[in-house]
């Protein structure tokens, strides 16, 4: 397979920021900069439906309405771009994949907060159109986007309930009973899929969609199908912001909450408005393709039951969701599953680490509960009452 798609480099370069050593410089910098009270709002996003509410915030002029000023949203191409801005205080607020924010916490020793999560679910396990079951990716290469993402945790489950060992390998091709793990560029997931160098991948929307809309892969499990309402991305802010700033951290992570709560109401709009069409062309993504992953058509679901990619038809799950209240019940396990999750490079921090502690350590939920409470509590998320739920987790 041609190592130009692993995207190996990138990869490395963000295992190095994920080290004290390799984040210390870029924290230096941002040590050395002092943001005044009235600065304006820096976000930087990867063009994937992950930074929805952090793109409407903007586009509806949210953060405006809560008195701060908001740059438009930088549009980086990599993670590394993203975890490397952040950490060096060029922009203030960035969505990240949740296990990517427990790896910066206890790797890297980063003074990172998660303050609300950005969106549950939107992403699945897309595959070659002849490949009808999870077993019958046996010898086969699946691309995942990164070691610590909520999709090589859910992969893992997948694999393992087949009888399937995730492996990686450099050279050789994978026995039967395993299945070599790739890391890639989303970008280059779907050609990768089309000419047959891969036979799958697991990743956030709209890359699954623009599959389906190619005619190149179809969707043989969605990741909130497996684990529910999980968080896919989490906003992240730095402690100095937080500790410094609170009336400013306030308003911003308002605005945010604000946006979900618009975002759960105007699914068509949010298509638009993220599409390349969009009046600020947040996205590179056609509008039909963003549609079908915020606003799909009502034939879609019955669809998807009856192949199966939803199982759990009782959890009434939507492609996407939003929903901002980091529970600690997820956090939890979420550090359970990455024990047990490949991973490549040190992984040391993980063996030592109490879910319940990290989760407490990780998180800080005060400026999210005031913000739900504003419009209306948890209910205006379609959650009961409290700030506490039960994990439900089936393959």
Same mark, same amino acid.
């Given at each position: 397979?041609?190592?130009?798609?692993?995207?190996?480099?990138?990869?490395?370069?963000?295992?190095?920021?994920?080290?004290?050593?390799?984040?210390?410089?870029?924290?230096?910098?941002?040590?050395?900069?002092?943001?005044?009270?009235?600065?304006?709002?820096?976000?930087?996003?990867?063009?994937?439906?992950?930074?929805?509410?952090?793109?409407?915030?903007?586009?509806?002029?949210?953060?405006?309405?809560?008195?701060?000023?908001?740059?438009?949203?930088?549009?980086?191409?990599?993670?590394?771009?993203?975890?490397?801005?952040?950490?060096?205080?060029?922009?203030?607020?960035?969505?990240?994949?949740?296990?990517?924010?427990?790896?910066?916490?206890?790797?890297?020793?980063?003074?990172?907060?998660?303050?609300?999560?950005?969106?549950?679910?939107?992403?699945?396990?897309?595959?070659?159109?002849?490949?009808?079951?999870?077993?019958?990716?046996?010898?086969?290469?699946?691309?995942?986007?990164?070691?610590?993402?909520?999709?090589?945790?859910?992969?893992?489950?997948?694999?393992?309930?087949?009888?399937?060992?995730?492996?990686?390998?450099? /050279?050789?091709? %994978?026995? $039967?009973?395993?299945?070599?793990?790739?890391?890639? @560029?989303?970008? *280059?997931?779907?050609?990768? =899929? +089309?000419?047959?160098?891969?036979?799958?991948?697991?990743?956030?929307?709209?890359?699954?969609?623009?599959?389906?809309?190619?005619?190149?892969?179809?969707?043989?499990?969605?990741?909130?199908?497996?684990?529910?309402?999980?968080?896919?991305?989490?906003?992240?802010?730095?402690?100095?912001?937080?500790?410094?700033?609170?009336?400013?951290?306030?308003?911003?992570?308002?605005?945010?909450?604000?946006?979900?709560?618009?975002?759960?109401?105007?699914?068509?709009?949010?298509?638009?408005?993220?599409?390349?069409?969009?009046?600020?062309?947040? /996205?590179?993504? %056609?509008? $039909?393709?963003?549609?079908?992953?915020?606003?799909? @058509?009502?034939? *879609?679901?019955?669809?998807? =039951? +009856?192949?199966?990619?939803?199982?759990?038809?009782?959890?009434?799950?939507?492609?996407?969701?939003?929903?901002?209240?980091?529970?600690?019940?997820?956090?939890?396990?979420?550090?359970?599953?990455?024990?047990?999750?490949?991973?490549?490079?040190?992984?040391?921090?993980?063996?030592?680490?109490?879910?319940?502690?990290?989760?407490?350590?990780?998180?800080?939920?005060?400026?999210?509960?005031?913000?739900?409470?504003?419009?209306?509590?948890?209910?205006?998320?379609?959650?009961?009452?409290?700030?506490?739920?039960?994990?439900?987790?089936?393959?």
């Amino acid at each position: 397979m041609p190592t130009e798609l692993f995207s190996r480099r990138d990869a490395m370069r963000l295992a190095s920021l994920f080290t004290a050593a390799g984040a210390a410089p870029l924290l230096r910098t941002r040590a050395a900069q002092a943001q005044a009270a009235d600065a304006p709002l820096r976000i930087g996003y990867l063009p994937i439906t992950d930074a929805t509410p952090l793109l409407v915030a903007h586009n509806n002029g949210l953060f405006e309405a809560e008195g701060i000023r908001a740059e438009k949203p930088t549009l980086l191409r990599s993670w590394a771009q993203v975890i490397e801005a952040f950490l060096a205080g060029q922009v203030d607020v960035v969505h990240v994949l949740s296990p990517m924010a427990v790896w910066a916490r206890f790797g890297s020793k980063a003074p990172i907060k998660v303050v609300a999560w950005n969106h549950m679910d939107g992403s699945a396990l897309t595959v070659a159109p002849e490949i009808n079951a999870v077993a019958e990716l046996g010898g086969k290469t699946v691309a995942v986007p990164f070691w610590y993402s909520i999709h090589n945790v859910v992969l893992g489950m997948l694999l393992r309930e087949a009888g399937l060992t995730p492996v990686t390998r450099r /050279t050789g091709s %994978p026995a $039967p009973n395993e299945v070599n793990l790739v890391i890639m @560029a989303p970008s *280059d997931m779907v050609p990768a =899929l +089309a000419a047959k160098r891969i036979a799958g991948y697991i990743v956030a929307e709209p890359f699954n969609a623009a599959a389906e809309a190619q005619g190149v892969g179809k969707v043989l499990r969605f990741t909130g199908d497996v684990w529910r309402d999980h968080a896919c991305c989490l906003v992240l802010m730095n402690e100095r912001d937080l500790e410094s700033r609170p009336d400013w951290s306030q308003k911003v992570v308002n605005a945010i909450v604000k946006a979900q709560v618009w975002t759960r109401d105007h699914r068509a709009e949010t298509a638009q408005l993220l599409s390349r069409d969009g009046a600020n062309k947040y /996205t590179p993504h %056609p509008l $039909p393709v963003l549609q079908k992953v915020l606003a799909p @058509a009502e034939g *879609d679901r019955a669809a998807y =039951l +009856a192949s199966g990619a939803i199982r759990h038809a009782d959890w009434s799950n939507r492609r996407i969701d939003f929903q901002p209240y980091p529970f600690p019940s997820y956090t939890e396990e979420l550090v359970r599953r990455l024990k047990s999750t490949l991973v490549e490079g040190d992984r040391s921090f993980l063996e030592a680490l109490d879910p319940a502690a990290a989760a407490r350590e990780l998180v800080d939920d005060r400026l999210v509960r005031r913000a739900i409470e504003s419009v209306g509590g948890p209910s205006a998320f379609g959650n009961p009452e409290g700030w506490a739920r039960t994990e439900t987790i089936a393959v």
